[in-house]
Structures are given as structure tokens and as C-alpha cells.
T-cell receptor
Framework: SAVISQKPSRDICQRGTSLTIQCQVD?????MFWYRQQPGQSLTLIAT?????????ESGFVIDKFPISRPNLTFSTLTVSNLSPEDSSIYLC?????????????FGPGTRLTVL | SQQGEEDPQALSIQEGENATMNCSYK?????LQWYRQNSGRGLVHLIL?????REKHSGRLRVTLDTSKKSSSLLITASRAADTASYFC???????????FGSGTKLNVKP
């Protein structure tokens, strides 16, 4: 299994600013995933982050808007840049409990972002 | 959604009845997982079914997988008011490092 923590748990930001979300895992993992959940919607994969390489972004998500760092095997950050009210969402990180993709996929508690 | 759809989008039943939710996906998978999310809260993992499995049980939950139809179903038997939540299927793709969610079903169990 994997225990994931995220910081901050929630934040209220002004438009035009940026927010960096931290994700910490209690074990070493190769891949970490970042998701966005807009109000009342399902989870949408933003990007997959491997340690030591650039993140792979899904269609509709770009590095300039969602830069990701992955400095080691237990930690990652997602920055949401140049915030607009449309970025108000819950952001979640996720890892596999074993060797992806064979095991349970675990999720952090999420970061609830409100942009004014 | 990125990978597939769930139906129904919303389901309202009486306590004690069974609830069935369906999930369809688009590409070959390694496994499919079901999650529950209570309003505004975190994801709770319910069950994982691998691509070479056809049915799994866990308590009041029964999951089936039909890879030829690229579909899965989640059955909750003898539902309780506490089962009221959104339910999501998610698929781990076979050849790609992707884990995609379906659109979700909102279940309301009336006491």
C-alpha cells in the first residue's frame, strides 16, 4: 500500500497568481500521477511524472500552465500558473501500490483550490 | 471523459434494493478499479479486477469485467443510506502509463 499526503489541503488564490501543490509518498515509486477534479465532475489526468525525466502531459494540458517537478522517488510538486476562476478544482496526486500498473492505485486527499 | 463513460449518470433507489452501475472503456487495459467518493471528500478504493478475471466479490460488492465488450459493472447488494456517494471506474491501460477515470455515477440511497 501507499500513504500519500498533500499540501496545502485547500487554498484561496487571486487570479493571475500561482499555487504549488506538494505530494509526498511514504515509499519510493517510479511514477506519480496528477489529476484535476472540477466541481461535480470526474477526475481528469493532467500528467504522469517519472523521477529524472520530464512529465508527460495529457491532451489539453501544457507544461507552461502546469509545471511539474519530480526531484526524487517520494516527492512531486504541481504548480498551477496564472490562475483563473476556471482553475478552481480539486487537485490530486496518485501512485500505484506496487509496480504500475498491476496494483491498487492510491490517491492523496486532494488540494481544494478556489480562485477569486 | 478521457477513457470512457459510466451509466447511469445518476441512480436513486430505496434502502435494501440493489444498485448496478456500468462502465465502458475504449482501449485495452491491464486492470479496472472501482472507487467511491463521498461528497467533497477523498477517493475510497473498492475493488480491483484484472483483465484476465471475469468476476470478483468483496462483501456486498460484485464486479464483472467483459474485455470483449470493454465494459464492467458494479453491483451493490442490499444498499444502505451510507452507500450514497459517487462511484467511479478507472482503468490502467495495457501499454501506456495512464490511469483514466470514467464519468461516474451518483448513487442516492433513500432510507
Amino acid at each position: 500500500s501507499a500513504v500519500i499526503s498533500q499540501k496545502p489541503s485547500r487554498d484561496i488564490c487571486q487570479r493571475g497568481t500561482s499555487l504549488t501543490i506538494q505530494c509526498q509518498v511514504d515509499s519510493q515509486v517510479t511514477m506519480m500521477f496528477w489529476y484535476r477534479q472540477q466541481p461535480g465532475q470526474s477526475l481528469t489526468l493532467i500528467a504522469t511524472a517519472n523521477q529524472g525525466s520530464e512529465a508527460t502531459y495529457e491532451s489539453g494540458f501544457v507544461i507552461d500552465k502546469f509545471p511539474i517537478s519530480r526531484p526524487n522517488l517520494t516527492f512531486s510538486t504541481l504548480t498551477v500558473s496564472n490562475l483563473s476562476p476556471e482553475d478552481s478544482s480539486i487537485y490530486l496526486c496518485s501512485v500505484n501500490g506496487g509496480d504500475y500498473p498491476t496494483d491498487t492505485q492510491y490517491f492523496g486527499p486532494g488540494t481544494r483550490l478556489t480562485v477569486l | 471523459s478521457q477513457q470512457g463513460e459510466e451509466d447511469p449518470q445518476a441512480l436513486s433507489i430505496q434502502e435494501g434494493e440493489n444498485a448496478t452501475m456500468n462502465c465502458s472503456y475504449k482501449t485495452s487495459i491491464n486492470n479496472l478499479q472501482w472507487y467511491r467518493q463521498n461528497s467533497g471528500r477523498g477517493l475510497v478504493h473498492l475493488i480491483l479486477i484484472r483483465s484476465n478475471e471475469r468476476e470478483k466479490h468483496s462483501g456486498r460488492l460484485r464486479v464483472t469485467l467483459d474485455t470483449s465488450k470493454k465494459s464492467s459493472s458494479l453491483l451493490i447488494t442490499a444498499s444502505r443510506a451510507a452507500d450514497t456517494a459517487s462511484y467511479f471506474c478507472a482503468t490502467a491501460l495495457y501499454n501506456f502509463n495512464k490511469f483514466y477515470f470514467g464519468s461516474g455515477t451518483k448513487l442516492n440511497v433513500k432510507p
